[in-house]
């Protein structure tokens, strides 16, 4: 009998309190200061339930419970709902400072309704029995010029047609001017970036000539969540905007934006991916990021209506009372997740969308499909990763972005590691001792 392999022991950055935390059993428990020693020291703690909850196994038991769970994640990962990304245009009206699809050329002939009738046929003999639903990218998707709004107004009448939900992410500017075509199909949810207060979204986010954006986003998230649509709000975070937190969640607060049930929200970070900032060392570690929301939240108690930081798996145990099932991938795609652009391309996911050379086939003039490449995608996970297979985070990890993986090494089979203890000690503080912390 040992301790398993899986435990994840961390102390709560405030209380010093001590938890247990094991995804393979499913259980979480916070330790007495005797017990988590013995764990420190690799010894079993004379506790009667200690084996009971998985903490402390047999490895041949362990081996067979593993195996049983993988399996399970690939069967339910089998009847997921599947993401269609489709990207339009990678034309943009904004000139953001963190865009990264800045060094793409890209020719911009428009969308054309025969690809569009491609897209959709693909779809019906690739995915028949799946249910899945449709995102719109870009670039930006919802461009006003005649001949883009009748090519969207086409892809839309299509959606509906197939009966397959439709996502939006946007920059917002013209939503309003979209949401009476966006009535003749379901609509799963609208993502619009808001990166602060006018001030500073504003120099992060204008328009191609300079001018501001802010006021008109908010206009079009305002008559969006009128018309009954759901609004994911996300801000994109860096060491420039990340002050901005505070005022833009009392923002949403007073606009009553987070009493609506069909509002949410997600804070994001640039990646070290591709291009994605003018002055990189204004990215923020995933650590930094939210030890920054973490602090903030403390001192501004509102930011908690607004957002709700996942922290790992403490968010989600937490809201359930209960542990997320194991993580074996975090990667989605071209198992959960395929991208196409107006070019006829496929691609695995958004983080690859628009990079020619990472192209897996088409499917206009012709389908097509490097069954190599799309394999390798599918297989990836923690144990086709050398790195994941022994680390005891790897259950809460996932093994990371594959493509943020692969932009590093070169490789698809290398991890891209999550910070997850140093998540957890904030995400267990957070969400079980706010109270006492509370400034």
């Known amino acids: 009998m040992h301790l398993s392999r899986h435990n994840i022991h961390i102390t709560s950055r405030n209380s010093g309190k001590s938890y247990l935390i094991n995804l393979l059993s499913g259980n979480a428990d916070i330790l007495a200061p005797l017990e988590s020693e013995e764990i420190k020291k690799g010894r079993v703690p004379q506790k009667a339930d200690f084996i009971e909850k998985g903490y402390a196994v047999e490895e041949s038991e362990e081996i067979a419970r593993y195996r049983e769970a993988y399996l399970q994640f690939l069967d339910e990962r089998d009847k997921d709902e599947i993401q269609l990304i489709f990207i339009p245009t990678y034309a943009c009206n904004f000139s953001c400072s963190y865009c990264y699809q800045s060094g793409y050329m890209n020719r911009d002939e428009g969308l054309q309704e025969k690809v569009t009738d491609a897209f959709f046929a693909y779809v019906r003999t690739a995915f028949p029995n799946r249910r ?15 001949a883009h709004y009748k090519a969207i107004a086409i892809f ?41 207060t006018a001030a500073v979204h504003d120099v992060r986010r204008r328009l191609k000539d300079g001018n501001p954006t802010f006021s008109k986003i908010i206009d079009g998230i305002d008559k969006a969540l009128e018309a009954g649509f759901p609004v994911n709000l996300r801000m994109v975070a860096d060491r420039e905007n990340i ?14 934006w987070t009493r609506n049930p069909l509002f949410k929200t997600q804070i994001g970070r640039n990646y070290e991916l591709h291009y994605c900032q003018e002055t990189p060392g204004n990215l923020l570690s995933r650590v930094e990021l939210w030890e920054q929301v973490y602090s903030m939240a403390l001192e501004y108690p509102w930011i ?85 297979r022994d680390c005891n985070l790897q259950l809460a990890c996932g093994g990371g972005c594959a493509s943020v993986a692969k932009n590093k090494t070169g490789r698809l089979n290398t991890p891209d590691c999550r910070p997850v203890k140093e998540l957890l000690t904030l995400g267990m503080a957070y969400y079980y001792e706010f109270e006492d912390l509370k400034i």
């Open 132 to 146: 899945k639903y449709i995102t719109l990218f870009g670039g930006e998707p919802l461009l006003i010029s005649p």
């Open 156 to 196: 839309i009448d299509r959606c509906a047609t197939e009966k397959i939900p439709l996502a939006i992410v946007t920059n917002g500017y013209h939503l309003a001017e979209y949401l009476d075509l966006l009535g003749k199909v379901s609509v799963k949810e609208i993502q619009v970036t808001l990166d602060g």
């Open 243 to 256: 002050s901005q937190l505070p005022e833009l969640s009392e923002l949403a607060v007073q606009k009553g």
């Open 304 to 388: 908690a209506e607004f957002h709700k930081p996942a922290f790992s798996v403490a968010r989600f145990l937490s809201e359930n009372g209960e542990l997320p099932s194991p993580l074996f991938d975090s990667c989605t795609g071209c198992k959960t997740e395929w991208a196409f652009d107006y070019t006829g391309r496929i691609y695995s996911c958004t983080a690859t969308v628009g990079k020619r050379e990472e192209a897996l086939g088409t499917f206009y003039p012709e389908i097509s499909l490097e069954r190599d490449k799309v394999s390798e995608w599918e297989q990836r996970d923690v144990l086709s990763i050398p790195e994941c």
